[in-house]
């Protein structure tokens, strides 16, 4: 289960879902894994809106890994800006490539020719590539402890909790 | 059409093994009245949408709209979780959902993100109002088993020291639970249905839910209408035509924009 996973999910019982203290879910004793997938900085681009950022950072500080900078970056953090990309020659010749740019992104709303940036690779990281294999996730109203096993979260409550 | 995801892999002694409900699912989804009304309802420049399958069984649903993200909704990127009782079914999915995309590489096709499986209580781990998409092959069959017993089963861990009888037992048990419904094929439906406001999305949320003759789905159109005027709720699929009645049936649920919403 990946990180942004648990960005999306809460305390099994009902009577905690209107308490705030029961998402997001606590993890303890957590072994994570990195599981290798394909980097596409346009599918982060996507999924920047759907951060919970606040969220993350807590988890990021639950899971002791490097914590993550106080306000969500906007979507151009997540690329090399033309400056940092080196010289700036031929100004001439790339204005005019500039330009067709623009027209490619009103056309297709996908492309995206700026390089991806250090923030861009983290983010991937952690969110996509880090995932709990084991441990316990608890929440912080009912105290209930959920056990992760290679990966899978079990939700399941005794039925005198359901 | 669209490659179906292969399930080879699974063990259909305590999965449910695909059938005409789900490849119903895998046609509706990708009929070109559904791509066109999910293209608009997430257009390509908007937030990653997620897409939650509530008893996936074998994965096949879940693959299938990940793998052909691009197809069905009109861009890769796409998040997909699956959800079950059973947790073998957990384990199913996640090798059918891998297997899906990578049959597709080298392809050039980009295919949706998966999250992951978690095992539960149809949408009760989820926050609210997170899914955008709920897909959802119901146990549908009218049943007079109690479901609280089987329910057991899933909460109990397997013992590799069982015998053959116990193991039988407990996968039939575990079958049950995929298609066993209840009062009218009822009863884990309408658990689902009275969690589902709370669950989707009030501005782009949209629940795939299939039905069957038995389940009265009349009846659960006009229950799903009485919730509020911005409800709405059509039948986009059907299949399996006997003296005139269609046997299956998938429901489009969705919300309208409310007025207070962003």
């Known amino acids: ?162 | 059409m669209l490659p179906t995801p292969s399930t080879s892999h699974v063990s259909f002694d305590n999965v449910y093994e695909p059938s005409e409900d789900s490849f119903l699912l895998l046609d509706t989804l990708s009929s070109a009245s559904e791509v066109e009304f999910l293209k608009t309802r997430f257009p390509k420049n908007e937030a990653v949408p997620v897409i939650a399958e509530v008893g996936v069984g074998s994965g096949v649903v879940l693959a299938f709209a990940n793998a052909h993200a691009t197809e069905i909704f009109g861009k890769p990127h796409v998040l997909t979780l699956a959800i079950d009782i059973n947790r073998h079914a957990c384990e199913a999915t996640r090798q059918t959902v891998e297997k899906a995309s990578t049959d597709l590489a080298g392809s050039q096709v980009s295919v949706g993100t998966f999250l992951g499986s978690i095992q539960a209580d149809l949408g009760s781990a989820m926050r609210s109002g997170v899914v955008d998409v709920l897909i959802f092959n119901p146990p549908y069959v009218p049943s007079e088993e109690s479901l609280a017993d089987l329910r057991d089963v899933a909460l109990s861990e397997p013992q590799f020291k069982a015998s053959s009888s116990a193991k039988f037992e407990r996968d039939s048990k575990l079958l049950a639970l995929s298609y066993a419904g209840g009062a009218d094929g009822m009863e884990t439906t309408n658990i689902l249905l009275s969690d589902l406001p709370r669950i989707l999305n009030e501005r782009r949320g949209v629940a795939y839910i299939l039905l069957c003759a038995q389940n009265k789905p009349a009846a659960v159109m006009e229950y799903i209408k009485s919730w509020h005027a911005n409800w709405n709720v059509e039948v986009v699929g059907h299949s399996g035509k006997t003296a005139g009645w269609e046997v299956l049936q998938v429901l489009r649920v969705w919300p309208d924009n409310l007025p207070h919403s962003k």
Not at chain 1, 56 to 71: D, N, S, T, V
């Open chain 1, 1 to 162: 289960m990946k990180i942004l996973t648990l960005t999306f999910l809460t305390c099994a019982r009902k009577s905690c879902k209107p308490e705030p203290t029961s998402y997001p879910l606590h993890p303890t004793s957590a072994e994570l894994e990195i599981i290798p997938v394909d980097f596409n900085p346009l599918f982060l681009r996507a999924l920047l809106p759907r951060l919970d950022w606040p969220t993350l950072r807590i988890l990021c500080e639950a899971f002791g890994l490097p914590g993550l900078q106080e306000e969500a970056p906007e979507e151009d953090a997540l690329f090399l800006q033309p400056e940092e990309g080196g010289a700036m020659e031929d100004v001439e010749v790339q204005g005019e490539k500039g330009k067709e740019v623009v027209e490619d992104v009103e056309k297709k709303g996908e492309e995206e020719t700026r390089e991806a940036s250090q923030l861009a690779k983290d983010l991937h990281h952690l969110l996509l590539e880090t995932t709990m294999q084991e441990g316990k996730l608890v929440c912080g109203c009912c105290g209930h402890e959920y056990a992760v096993k290679e990966g899978i979260a079990n939700f399941l409550l005794p039925a005198h909790l359901v």
